[in-house]
């Protein structure tokens, strides 16, 4: 889609090609300067900023199509995906701002278009290294780009509960996904490892007690190799083992009897 | 739906009532005798066990169409429920066995039936107390009762996925959902609760760690009671603490740093 009449087709006959009622919506975090960032695309014609989303192609599965969309907006493949919840309200995106966008582009489309019917959203959130995207607009958005958490602008439909859900599940998952993998270059330190936990808790953590936690999952391998370039004393640099990761989320990582 | 003419009905007509390309399975747990047991049903005329399941009324949010699915097949409101994944294959369901059921009651039905097309189901896991449920089998099926998790039957599409896939989100939930609250009686003796946790996990728990762990999360009440009717030396019981149970609920319980 990048035309007008591209756009037309899609609203007259997209769902030739994609499922109705069904649409997928993503929270994307990055990590840059121990600050968790969100990106976002501001839809045409309203002047409002949601997540990134789309719909789910009929000969494709919910999760490629959550991976098609992601790939389409950042240039990324392969993105650390989790669907973590399903926002089936009836009146969710029963309001305004839809038909808004519809009737610019043809005022005689009618309220049994597809695209005016009640949609069940899919909700996933990635993890992507900041430094690795670059932030793609579709063609029902004029801009998009990278917001930080803390200074979020209102967003289309219920995308603000999202978010906020999204982050619950994230702070959840810290214990049994592999987070860290996806937002931390592959060596790190310690402490970067820890800025990182803080960061999505939101909250300071105890250094000793965080280290030997963190330790005793026997999920890190400390390289040897030190930090270079810092003046004080060169801290060491970990890696994860993806093995013993695995095996970890395999069970019951998070209730640790 | 009660008779052949109702189902044909359905068949026909269901999709105005309910979203088409959107199902709802239900992994129903029940605990009893230290066993962990889960809910099927045996659907009509294909000699197959498959998850309580239905359709979503276009009136109706996600979350109640899972209530209402479940008061039908359980006789029980309020149950605990918990959407857990969304099963999104795009050939899931793409099996002879759903022609041969709609066949069956008209041979006539074409493949673009609304019933014959593809299914994206959103899973659910319930939690519930064995003795206050009513097994009621609906029109598809013709007996629903409860199995042990153990030998379960081959089930219908890719519910035993769903079975898996459900019991690992439990498994991984125990840290931070209220399991317990929903698959104990009101009051319950420690060792009572390291059963649960024991059959949940499939392992055996340290005694004196679980009792550790369990009550520094300051979520128990230690009643001023102890268990009757026991030989040996009667142990006290405890309840849950709903207010603080909730407010570890919104924290990062499973990590604990």
């Known amino acids: 889609m990048s ?13 030739e090609q994609h499922l109705p009622h069904l649409s997928i919506d993503c929270a994307v975090f990055g990590f840059h300067e121990n600050q968790l960032r969100l990106l976002l695309t501001k839809v045409i014609r309203i002047n409002q900023w949601s997540l990134p989303g789309g719909f789910i192609r009929r000969e494709e599965s919910v999760d490629m199509a959550a991976q098609r969309i992601l790939r389409e907006r950042t240039g990324l493949d392969n993105i650390y995906l989790e669907q973590f919840k399903v926002f089936g309200s009836a009146d969710r995106n029963n309001t305004p701002d839809t ?15 597809w695209l005016l019917q009640r949609m069940v ?9 900041i430094a690795k995207v670059t932030p793609t607009p579709d063609t029902l958005s004029e801009e998009c780009r990278w917001w930080d958490l803390t200074t979020l602008p209102p967003l289309l439909f219920d995308h603000s509960e ?39 808790l939101g ?14 999952l026997g999920i890190l391998d400390r390289l040897d190799e030190v930090k270079s370039n810092v003046t004080y004393k060169a801290p060491f640099l970990y890696k994860f083992n993806t093995v013993k990761y695995q095996e970890l989320l395999e069970t019951d990582a998070g209730f640790g009897f």
């Open 162 to 200: 999202i978010v906020k859900d999204a982050l619950k599940a994230l702070r959840q998952h810290l214990a049994n996904k592999p987070i860290g993998f996806n937002l931390l270059p592959e060596k790190f330190t310690m402490t970067e490892l820890r800025r990182l936990y803080e960061t999505i």
């Open 121 to 129: 959203s899919m909700g996933y959130y990635a993890l992507v290294d």
């Open 203 to 216: 909250r300071t953590i105890d250094r000793g007690n965080f280290e030997k936690k963190i330790l005793k």
């Open 3 to 15: 035309t007008d009449s591209d756009f037309l087709d899609f609203i007259h006959k997209g769902y």
């Open 99 to 113: 038909k808004k966008i519809v009737k610019s582009v043809d005022n005689n489309i009618t309220d049994d278009n």
